[in-house]
Nanobody
């Protein structure tokens, strides 16, 4: 049974950085793409970033482009989300997800993933 466990969230000030980690187990990690989504109170879950199984292709939401960096270490079965220049509007619960859609272009959609972590809270204060 696949399990994804996020860590690294916390309370920071605007302009600070955080690195989230997502440790995977239960299936072959590098057979699957990884994604990060977030959900703020009262809002729908939204795409943040994705990375293909090889790590060669990444994609970002416009709102985080240039500030966030997704990466993966297949030897450690772990994906990361480096978040720099954090803004108050980045406050949300962040979820990692694993999936193998037909096309990489589908990785911005929650339905492309079949496994999700429990989420980690990121709070950015002004």
């Amino acid at each position: 049974q696949v399990q994804l466990v996020e860590s690294g969230g916390g309370l920071v000030q605007a302009g600070d950085s955080l690195r989230l980690s997502c440790a995977a187990s239960g299936r072959t990690f590098d057979d699957y793409a990884m994604g990060w989504f977030r959900q703020a109170p009262g809002k729908e879950r939204e795409f943040v970033a994705s990375i293909t199984w090889s790590g060669r292709s990444t994609n970002y939401a416009d709102s985080v482009q240039g500030r966030f960096l997704i990466s993966r270490d297949n030897a450690k079965n772990t994906a990361y989300l480096q978040m720099n220049s954090l803004k108050v509007e980045d406050t949300a619960v962040y979820y990692c997800a694993s999936g193998a859609p037909t096309m990489a272009s589908q990785l911005s959609y929650p339905w492309a993933y079949d496994a999700w972590g429990q989420g980690t809270q990121v709070t950015v204060s002004s």
